[in-house]
């Protein structure tokens, strides 16, 4: 079984994260206590909404993740708008596909043969693992098969498996803890997987700050030093979307990146209820309204 609407209410949460960490990132660093100020809305989205948008549509033409699909959906959405913060990488590594090179070899020979370990994979993966939220193995295998279209290193892939399951968790009603603990539990064995293992150990209630100072809130662009992070933060703010963006973005760091992955794990369990009326992101095309 598949959970469409759950899926495009992940969407709906990453776009808004997306945007929101990009208007926070481009705001002057706030004094502690000051009032919380944001851009004017509508906020614009960037490349983790556009490379979202591929894998859903992927998987509502589908049904799966079908990798030479979506390697071509990625393609064509960079040729139709590269200026959205792509990675460096994937400037080449979208183009090349685009010209008609075979993903497989376009991202195996990236950072010499180990393929990018970048937070890109997971920074678009919650809706897929929300439309799985029924079987967490089959969330994660179709996580791993997302991410190794772009990035082929095992701790991408590793922090694409661990954002789908924590999506695919909050959907099905695990909070808090055990959230985390699952996740963990689901992630192969790597780097990320070690760090979620230090952020199952601090509670819930500490400051995002402190758990960004112990593994990372993206200041590196990579899997190990962002998913983490954003999965306690998820698990700390399960029912408050807004909350959870405001306490995601407070270290700073790849705010826009961390705040997508929090949103969308997030707004897959309460859709944009209790969103203000004044935060708006960019739209998100009509036929994603038709997806689920």
Same mark, same amino acid.
């Given at each position: 079984?598949?959970?469409?609407? =759950?899926?495009?209410?992940?969407?709906?949460?990453?776009?808004?994260?997306?945007?929101?960490?990009?208007?926070?990132?481009?705001?002057?660093? =706030?004094?502690?206590?000051?009032?919380?100020?944001?851009?004017?809305?509508?906020?614009?989205?960037?490349?983790?909404?556009?490379?979202?948008?591929?894998?859903?549509? &992927?998987?509502?033409?589908?049904?799966?993740?079908?990798?030479?699909?979506?390697?071509?959906?990625?393609?064509?959405?960079?040729?139709?708008?590269?200026?959205?913060?792509?990675?460096?990488?994937?400037?080449?590594?979208?183009?090349? &596909?685009?010209?008609?090179?075979?993903?497989?070899?376009?991202?195996?020979?990236?950072?010499?043969?180990?393929?990018?370990?970048?937070?890109?994979?997971?920074?678009?993966?919650?809706?897929?693992?929300?439309?799985?939220?029924?079987?967490?193995?089959?969330?994660?295998?179709?996580?791993?098969?997302?991410?190794?279209?772009?990035?082929?290193?095992?701790?991408?892939?590793?922090?694409?498996?661990?954002?789908?399951?924590?999506?695919?968790?909050?959907?099905?009603?695990?909070?808090?803890?055990?959230?985390?603990?699952?996740?963990?539990?689901?992630?192969?064995?790597?780097?990320?997987?070690?760090?979620?293992?230090?952020?199952?150990?601090?509670?819930?209630?500490?400051?995002?700050?402190?758990?960004?100072?112990?593994?990372?809130?993206?200041?590196?662009?990579?899997?190990?030093?962002?998913?983490?992070?954003? &999965?306690?933060?998820?698990?700390?703010?399960?029912?408050?979307?807004?909350?959870?963006?405001?306490?995601?973005?407070?270290?700073?760091?790849?705010?826009?990146?961390?705040?997508? &992955?929090?949103?969308?794990?997030?707004?897959?369990?309460?859709?944009?209820?209790?969103?203000?009326?004044?935060?708006?992101?960019?739209?998100?095309?009509?036929?994603?309204?038709?997806?689920?």
């Amino acid at each position: 079984m598949t959970n469409r609407a =759950a899926a495009v209410a992940a969407m709906r949460g990453l776009a808004l994260g997306d945007a929101f960490g990009e208007s926070w990132l481009l705001q002057p660093a =706030a004094e502690p206590g000051a009032e919380r100020r944001l851009a004017d809305g509508p906020w614009p989205w960037t490349d983790d909404t556009a490379m979202a948008l591929s894998v859903l549509r &992927i998987l509502d033409r589908h049904g799966h993740v079908e990798q030479d699909a979506l390697a071509l959906a990625f393609a064509e959405a960079y040729a139709a708008d590269p200026y959205r913060s792509y990675g460096g990488s994937m400037h080449e590594v979208l183009r090349a &596909i685009g010209q008609g090179e075979p993903w497989s070899v376009v991202t195996r020979r990236k950072f010499g043969g180990m393929g990018s370990w970048g937070n890109g994979a997971a920074m678009r993966v919650a809706p897929l693992g929300a439309w799985f939220a029924d079987d967490l193995s089959v969330a994660a295998a179709e996580a791993a098969r997302s991410a190794e279209v772009t990035h082929g290193h095992p701790e991408a892939v590793a922090g694409a498996v661990a954002v789908a399951v924590a999506a695919a968790l909050s959907v099905t009603g695990v909070a808090g803890g055990e959230l985390i603990g699952t996740v963990t539990a689901r992630t192969p064995d790597s780097e990320v997987a070690s760090r979620l293992r230090r952020v199952a150990r601090v509670a819930l209630t500490a400051e995002p700050s402190h758990v960004a100072g112990m593994v990372g809130c993206g200041e590196q662009i990579s899997a190990v030093d962002t998913v983490p992070y954003a &999965i306690w933060s998820a698990a700390a703010h399960l029912d408050d979307l807004p909350g959870a963006l405001w306490a995601t973005a407070i270290p700073g760091g790849d705010s826009d990146t961390t705040c997508a &992955i929090v949103g969308g794990i997030v707004g897959g369990r309460t859709g944009l209820d209790g969103v203000p009326a004044d935060w708006s992101s960019e739209p998100l095309p009509a036929w994603v309204a038709e997806v689920g």
